[in-house]
């Protein structure tokens, strides 16, 4: 499949912040044979994951159906078993992501719930908040300020990408996580704000695009040649 010639800097993104601020022009990048295209994967780079899923979840069901519930860390330990029983990258090739989800979040919710510890009554409590409290988390919660904060050095490195490329004849600027489904855009746009996201990034491709990885999708989609591209994220894939 798809890659780009050196899949990962994991440098700090001050580093790479200041390093690419120093770059002013096009002649310079072409000597120097810097990437036509940087991609990003946002998460825990630009964004940062700020507390457990499982505490998440289990404030959404406190709230939903006001039971008696265990830690956190049940909650936790259900959502990551559940995680990982089902297919890869969303159910990329196999299923809608949406549908992915809900089997992940029902999963999560039963191995907590149907353990002989709850009675009928407060289950069909539970039943019957499913589809809000699904709704809440995962087109809320989990893709808003409740779940991540902007890295603190996030907004000098995207200004510093921007200038180079508007200013110096640099590199486009893409997106490309492997590690978040299609509200990739929504979660940036919560967190970095709709304007920074609008001028900062060419194009954005989730996990769940391409058939082998969100490389493909970003060479097929975007004319992105892999020989022509870095790719930063915060750890080696």
Not at 9 to 14: F, G, S
Not at 148 to 162: G, I, M, N
Request: hydrophobic share 45%.
């Amino acid at each position: 499949g798809w890659r780009p010639s050196r899949p990962h800097l994991t440098a700090r993104a001050t580093a790479l912040g200041s390093e690419l601020a120093e770059t002013t022009s096009e002649s310079t990048a072409l000597a120097v044979g810097l990437p036509k295209v940087i991609t990003i994967d946002p998460c825990e780079l630009l964004v940062e994951s700020s507390v457990p899923v499982g505490l998440l979840y289990r404030d959404a069901l406190l709230v939903a159906t006001g039971l008696m519930l265990p830690r956190p860390d049940v909650f936790q330990d259900a959502f990551d078993a559940a995680k990982a029983a089902a297919p890869p990258r969303f159910g990329a090739g196999v299923e809608r992501s949406d549908a992915w989800w809900r089997r992940v979040t029902l999963a999560t919710y039963d191995a907590v719930l149907r353990n002989g510890l709850y009675d009928d009554d407060e289950l069909a409590a539970f039943d019957k908040a499913f589809d809000g409290l699904f709704d809440e988390l995962q087109g809320s919660l989990l893709v808003g300020p409740e779940a991540w904060d902007v890295a603190p050095d996030a907004p000098r490195l995207l200004a510093a990408l921007r200038e180079w490329r508007d200013l110096g004849g640099g590199p486009r600027v893409a997106a490309v996580s492997t590690s978040f489904d299609e509200r990739l855009p929504l979660l940036l746009e919560n967190l970095l704000g709709a304007d920074v996201v609008a001028s900062t990034f060419d194009f954005v491709v989730a996990a769940t695009e391409g058939d082998a990885s969100p490389f493909e999708a970003a060479g097929a989609k975007h004319g992105v040649d892999a020989a022509a591209c870095v790719h930063v994220s915060r750890a080696p894939r």
